[in-house]
């Protein structure tokens, strides 16, 4: 099971830096994105990292890119995204998920790419 780590409240323009682990997985098995689903929006796919057994590329939305970064840390089973410049538009429950398919391909932010998913961790970005 994944686990989505690291939300909270935040003023616009802060950072936050969210965390996707696995007790029971190896997470550099799978290719890992995260998504956000805002109140009575659809889920929105907005990063995704490759294995790094395989090519180990980063695919960004365009509502996120060069604001947000994933990373991996191999050594401590973990994914992050380091959230900055973030608006309240960026306000939603975040959501990390492992997809088999070790590459991110073109369709990264298709949901149903992904084979496993943990509960979600809510960003508030509010003055």
């Known amino acids: 099971q994944f686990v989505a780590s690291g939300g909270g409240l935040v003023h616009p323009g802060g950072s936050l830096r969210l965390s996707c682990s696995a007790s029971a997985d190896t997470l550099d098995y799978y290719a890992i994105g995260w998504f956000r689903q805002a109140p009575g929006k659809e889920r929105e796919g907005i990063v995704c990292?490759?294995?790094?057994?395989?090519?180990?590329?980063?695919r960004y939305a365009d509502s996120v890119q060069g604001r947000f970064t994933i990373s991996r840390d191999n050594a401590k089973n973990t994914v992050y995204l380091q959230m900055n410049s973030l608006t309240p538009e960026d306000t939603a429950v975040y959501f990390c998920a492992g997809s088999n398919v070790r590459v991110c391909g073109p369709y990264y932010y298709e949901h149903e790419l992904y084979d496993y998913w943990g509960q979600g961790t809510q960003v508030t970005v509010s003055s």
């Open positions: 990292i490759s294995s790094s057994r395989s090519d180990g590329i980063t």
